[in-house]
């Protein structure tokens, strides 16, 4: 049996975060709004996903004399989930301008609601390098699971850090569950999942409501 790590969750608490999440759960904000809202929310998220992001100390010249700066350490490597992770990545990109991307494809079977991948484009070592794995919805925890597992993998430094929009109790309970080392931030921990394995109440099909159905 696989012995359980500890998993830190954090909430994230500000009054643009609650504004946007709102405009996100609104089922009439339209397509277009809503990707503009999850890009604002996530520079939030991301924010305090990056807060301890491993720094080194640097010496900078402003126009009158010479100071201490800061540089980060290493470039990080942002990996979003297909699809709807694609909707957070401008603004942890406008953050992380330097930042590698990888991309993880991980779609979940409507009727089994396990993952299946079908895409996994990132470096062979990561070995130093600090992850930052977005995706809007942290529901049943298995497409995260898969996702983290291959950053694992491939030495990814641990604990990983997701940013995500909501999550499920269900959800942070499996990610528990896997053995691995995982900060999970996010603006809301909802009530639960519904039997079709959608949060409640949400705000249905992230993918979906970014880009229209796929059908």
Not at 89 to 106: K, N
């Amino acid at each position: 049996m696989i012995e359980a790590m500890p998993v830190e969750v954090t909430i994230v608490n500000h009054p643009i975060a609650a504004e946007s999440l709102t405009h996100l759960r609104d089922e009439n904000t339209s397509n277009q709004f809503f990707r503009a809202e999850l890009r604002r929310l996530s520079l939030v998220v991301v924010a305090e996903a990056t807060r301890n992001l491993p720094v080194i100390a640097t010496r900078v010249r402003t126009p009158l004399a010479q100071t201490d700066g800061t540089a980060l350490a290493s470039r990080p490597v942002l990996v979003p989930i297909l699809r709807a992770g694609l909707g957070m990545l401008p603004a942890a990109m406008e953050l992380l301008p330097d930042a590698d991307i990888a991309v993880v494809g991980v779609q979940r079977d409507e009727k089994t609601h396990m993952p299946s991948e079908y895409v996994a484009k990132l470096p062979a070592r990561l070995d130093g390098r600090t992850c930052l794995v977005l995706d809007p919805m942290l529901a049943t925890g298995g497409s995260l699971a898969h996702a983290c597992k291959i950053l694992a993998d491939r030495g990814a430094p641990q604990p990983l850090t997701i940013a995500c929009v909501l999550a499920a109790p269900e959800g942070i309970e499996f990610l528990r569950s896997t053995g691995m080392n995982l900060h999970i931030i996010t603006a809301s921990v909802d009530s639960h999942l519904n039997e079709h394995a959608f949060i409640v109440p949400g705000l249905g099909d992230a993918g979906d409501r970014q880009f229209g159905p796929p059908q």
